[in-house]
């Protein structure tokens, strides 16, 4: 006896998940499971009755579908933690990043960061920067130099093949 899909299956992620799943959604998910398993041994032909097998298979199935979402849902964790921590670290670096137009360019220091449903918001001299807005990060304009020694030394080698 084989039981076919008729819920679709969808997800909603934010770029910082909690790492909590929803209990109440997972523990209806598991009455369902078990219902209609006994709705399947209720109701199947008596002389051709359903193999002990079937079952087990389906419950690994269920079983190990609630394994891959537990470490689908630890992973989300770990990646908004490692782009809390990167954003973090970023304070005081020099940016420059696009305006919501598309066109217009900016630089400035980063002062502070929030972290919202869609990921880290700089605080670029007082203007909130989201993370897709950033185009590089670091020196933006070439150090001055102050009356200091700027020639360079430049070394060539030669390279002979056999």
Do not use: C
């Amino acid at each position: 006896m084989t039981i076919s899909a008729n819920e679709a299956v969808t997800s909603t992620t934010t770029a910082f998940p909690t790492g909590a799943t929803t209990t109440s959604s997972t523990a209806e998910d598991k009455q369902m499971f078990l219902e209609l398993m006994v709705a399947q041994l209720r109701y199947q032909d008596p002389l051709n009755p359903a193999d002990s097998g079937e079952f087990l298979a389906q419950s690994a199935q269920f079983t190990s579908l609630e394994k891959m979402q537990d470490v689908s849902d630890r992973v989300g964790a770990l990646l908004g933690s490692q782009m809390a921590f990167g954003a973090g670290a970023m304070v005081g670096q020099q940016v420059s990043w696009i305006d919501t137009d598309g066109v217009t360019s900016h630089s400035g220091t980063i002062s502070g960061v929030t972290f919202g449903a869609q990921g880290p918001v700089f605080d670029v001299d007082g203007t909130q920067v989201p993370l897709a807005q950033l185009l590089s990060v670091g020196t933006t304009t070439p150090p001055a130099t102050s009356g200091a020694d700027t020639s360079t030394t430049t070394s060539s080698s030669t390279t002979t093949t056999a």
